[in-house]
C-alpha cells in the first residue's frame, strides 16, 4: 500500500511522492488524514524564512481516522476511530523529557529512520507512534481534530500564567493565536483586553468576548490597562506581536508579581528590554513554545466538549494537491484563520 505526500524539495520547490507505507511496528498506528492545517511554519521553511532539513514534509495540525493498530497499541484506539495526532517525538529518556518539558525533545532533532524530516501530515496516510495519536469526540466535527495542536500550544500557555478568575489578562495581538488565548482565557473566568491595530481584527475580538479592545495607535494602551484595573496593571500580559518596544509596554502594563509571557519570537538580534521594571515589579518574564502531552490531552477535551466555540473562527478548506496555491492564498487573505487541507 502505498502513501500520497507533498515533499519539499528545497526552498521554493515541492512536488507530490509517492511512498510505500512501512510496516506497522507493534507500538504504531496508520492513520488516514482527514484534515491537516497549513500553519505558517510550513510557509517559512518553503520561503526559506526557516530552515529544516530537506527533503521535508510538513503537516503538524492533524485530524485523521485509525486504519489499523499494532499488536501492543492500546485497545482504546481502535480502527474507525477520529482521531487528533500529535506528531512530535516524546522519548520520556532525554533530560527535557524527564524534567517535564517533553515538548523540547532531543528525539526531534533529525528524521529518524524516515526518509524525510518534518512531522509528515501532509500526506493521505500516515504512521504514527499510539502515544501520539488521542481520540477525539465522535459527535464534533472531524476537522477540529485538527485544531487541537494550536489549541494545544495556547493552553501551554496559559497554564503557565499565574491567574485566576477574576483577573485582568492583556492580549497583544488578535491573530489566530491571540484569539485562542483570548477563548481560553475567558474560559478560565478572566477579565480580557486586546490590544490591536487592525479595527477589523478588533471587532472580531470583541464579538469572541474581550472584554475591552484598545488600539495601540490611538491611545496610550498601557495607562488604559492602568486605569481599567485601579492603577494595579494586569494580572498577565500575553505578547504574541510586536517587537521588544510592545514587550517593554508588556512589562509596564503588567502588575507587581504578574507573569508577562512572550508567545512569539521578536526576532531581533539584541532586544532592548527595560530590566528594571523586571527587577522593581518582580515580574515573571517567561515563554512558551510548543505543547506537551498534557496540554495537549486538554486541547482534545475542549475541542470534543463543546466548552469553548470554535465555529466563530474563520476557517477554509483546500486542496492538499494545490498545496503550493494554498500557501499563496493563506499569505494574501489574513482574515483566514486556517485552511484546512484535504484530498480532493
Not at 498506528?29 to 505558517?40: D, F, P, Q, W
Not at 507512534?129 to 493552553?155: Q, R
Not at 490597562?225 to 517593554?248: F, L, P, R
Not at 469553548?308 to 483546500?318: W, Y
Amino acid at each position: 500500500m502505498k502513501m500520497r505526500q507533498i515533499q519539499f524539495d528545497g526552498v521554493g520547490q515541492l512536488r507530490q511522492v509517492e511512498r510505500e507505507i512501512p510496516p506497522l511496528k507493534d507500538s504504531q498506528v496508520l492513520v488516514k488524514v482527514e484534515a491537516c492545517g497549513l500553519c505558517t511554519w510550513e510557509r517559512y521553511i518553503f520561503e526559506g524564512t526557516e530552515s529544516m532539513p530537506f527533503p521535508f514534509v510538513g503537516g503538524h495540525e492533524i485530524a485523521a481516522t485509525v486504519v489499523e493498530t499494532g499488536k501492543s497499541v492500546p485497545g482504546s484506539i481502535v480502527p474507525g476511530m477520529p482521531v487528533s495526532v500529535a506528531k512530535w517525538v516524546r522519548c520520556n529518556q532525554c533530560e527535557p523529557c524527564r524534567r517535564g518539558y517533553d515538548n523540547h525533545c532531543l528525539g526531534n532533532d533529525g528524521p529518524g529512520d524516515k526518509e524525510y524530516s518534518g512531522p509528515g501530515g501532509f500526506a493521505d496516510y500516515l504512521v504514527c507512534e499510539s502515544y501520539e495519536v488521542f481520540p477525539f469526540a465522535a459527535d464534533a466535527p472531524i476537522h477540529y481534530a485538527a485544531l487541537a495542536e494550536p489549541v494545544a500550544c495556547v493552553t501551554r500557555g496559559v497554564n503557565r500564567l499565574n491567574v485566576v478568575g477574576g483577573d485582568t489578562v492583556v492580549v497583544i495581538g488578535a491573530g489566530f493565536m491571540g484569539l485562542l488565548f483570548l477563548k481560553l482565557l475567558k474560559l478560565r473566568g478572566c477579565k480580557v483586553i486586546v490590544v490591536q491595530r487592525s479595527a477589523k481584527r478588533r471587532e472580531l475580538a470583541a464579538r469572541m468576548g474581550a472584554d475591552l479592545t484598545l488600539d495601540p495607535a490611538a491611545e496610550d494602551w498601557t495607562g488604559r490597562v492602568m486605569a481599567e484595573t485601579g492603577g494595579m496593571g494586569a494580572a498577565a500580559v500575553v505578547y504574541t506581536a510586536g517587537g521588544s518596544q510592545t514587550v517593554n509596554q508588556c512589562l509596564a502594563a503588567a502588575r507587581i508579581g504578574a507573569t508577562v509571557l512572550l508567545y512569539a519570537p521578536t526576532h531581533e538580534e539584541r532586544p532592548a528590554i527595560d530590566l528594571d521594571l523586571i527587577h522593581f515589579k518582580e515580574l515573571v518574564l517567561t515563554g512558551a513554545i510548543r505543547h506537551d502531552k498534557e496540554s495537549f490531552r486538554q486541547a482534545v477535551r475542549l475541542l470534543g466538549s463543546g466548552q469553548v466555540d470554535f465555529s466563530d473562527l474563520i476557517l477554509s478548506f483546500g486542496d492538499m494537491a494545490q498545496l503550493e496555491q494554498e500557501m499563496a492564498r493563506a499569505n494574501t487573505d489574513r482574515d483566514i484563520h486556517r485552511i484546512l487541507l484535504r484530498w480532493n
